[in-house]
């Protein structure tokens, strides 16, 4: 089993910057394939960025594409979320996932294959 803490949240106003992390214990780290989630008030959890266990694969959705990057650092059992550029429309809960790849590098972008969850963390863009 995994434990995801994530932190990094909060208020930033448009344009600005944040960075996310996601620590992990339990099993270990690098035998899962990560991504990051977004949930708005009263909308259905959104794919925000997958990465392989590997760190050599991302997977972005083009609403966040070219401003969003995601990393991980297997030594510190974490992985990151770097959001820039942002907009209101960014504004949820955070949440990252684990998933066990069946594949070296393979990627995952439906909530449903991911097996583990942080309680998320909350950011906030004001216009």
């Known amino acids: 089993q995994v434990h995801l803490v994530e932190s990094g949240g909060g208020l930033v106003q448009v344009g600005g910057s944040l960075r996310l992390s996601c620590a992990a214990s339990?099993?270990?780290?690098?035998?899962?394939?990560m991504g990051w989630f977004r949930q708005a008030p009263g909308k259905e959890r959104e794919f925000v960025a997958a990465i392989s266990w590997s760190g050599g694969s991302t997977y972005y959705p083009d609403s966040v594409k070219g401003r969003f990057t995601i990393s991980r650092d297997n030594a510190k059992n974490t992985v990151y979320l770097q959001m820039s550029s942002l907009v209101p429309e960014d504004t949820a809960v955070y949440y990252c996932?684990?998933?066990?790849?069946?594949?070296?590098?393979?990627?995952?972008?439906?909530?449903?294959?991911?097996?583990?969850w942080g309680q998320g963390t909350q950011v906030t863009i004001s216009s």
């Open positions: 996932a684990a998933a066990i790849p069946a594949y070296s590098e393979s990627l995952y972008y439906i909530p449903v294959e991911y097996r583990y």
């Open positions: 339990g099993r270990t780290f690098r035998d899962y394939a």
